[in-house]
């Protein structure tokens, strides 16, 4: 049985602007206040390293890439901001496994993996307790695997 690993590591982590914008663009989106997921399927090329070659990592690949977000505009102080995504990223980090899971089994019409790109939006006008969100964040992440069935 493969031990679960509660990390989050660089290579989960979405960036680059273009991808970003395609992402709010095109893709499909769900609420859980305070937190707001918009999510795309793409098929997973084979060609993209997951992880450096001499990385222990470099086996798994890598099915879901994440981005956390708090506007400066729902939130203006840094710290406050710092705070609403290290909440978001450590209820992410706790709950991951199911939504990892269901993701790595499903394949495009062609057969080949797909991945997901997801992004988190922090909603509130203020940060809140950890336990709303964590809470908040696992009623999120059972709404998009309930949408990808």
Same mark, same amino acid.
Request: aromatic share 8%.
């Given at each position: 049985?493969?031990?679960?690993?509660?990390?989050?590591?660089?290579?989960?982590?979405?960036?680059?602007?273009?991808?970003?914008?395609?992402?709010?663009?095109? /893709?499909?989106?769900?609420?859980?206040?305070? $937190?707001?997921?918009?999510?795309?399927?793409?098929?997973?090329?084979?060609?993209?390293?997951?992880?450096?070659?001499?990385?222990?990592?470099?086996?798994?690949?890598?099915?879901?890439?994440?981005?956390?977000?708090?506007?400066?505009?729902?939130? %203006? +102080?840094?710290?406050?901001?710092?705070?609403?995504?290290? $909440?978001?990223?450590?209820?992410?980090?706790? #709950?991951? %496994?199911?939504?990892? #899971?269901?993701?790595?089994?499903?394949? @495009?019409?062609? /057969?080949?993996?797909?991945?997901?790109?997801?992004?988190?939006?922090?909603?509130?006008?203020?940060?809140?307790?950890?336990?709303?969100?964590?809470? +908040?964040? /696992?009623?999120?992440?059972?709404?998009?695997?309930? @949408?990808?069935?």
């Amino acid at each position: 049985m493969e031990k679960l690993s509660f990390s989050f590591p660089k290579e989960e982590k979405l960036c680059g602007e273009i991808r970003v914008a395609e992402l709010f663009k095109q /893709g499909s989106a769900q609420i859980a206040y305070p $937190l707001r997921a918009c999510w795309r399927l793409l098929p997973a090329p084979e060609f993209e390293a997951t992880s450096a070659p001499d990385s222990q990592a470099a086996s798994s690949p890598v099915f879901i890439k994440v981005l956390m977000s708090a506007p400066k505009k729902r939130l %203006h +102080r840094a710290n406050k901001r710092n705070r609403a995504k290290r $909440l978001m990223r450590e209820a992410y980090r706790l #709950q991951k %496994h199911a939504l990892w #899971q269901q993701i790595s089994t499903m394949k @495009s019409e062609d /057969g080949a993996p797909l991945r997901m790109e997801l992004a988190f939006v922090w909603l509130a006008e203020e940060t809140l307790p950890y336990a709303k969100v964590y809470e +908040r964040m /696992g009623r999120l992440l059972e709404k998009i695997q309930a @949408s990808l069935s």
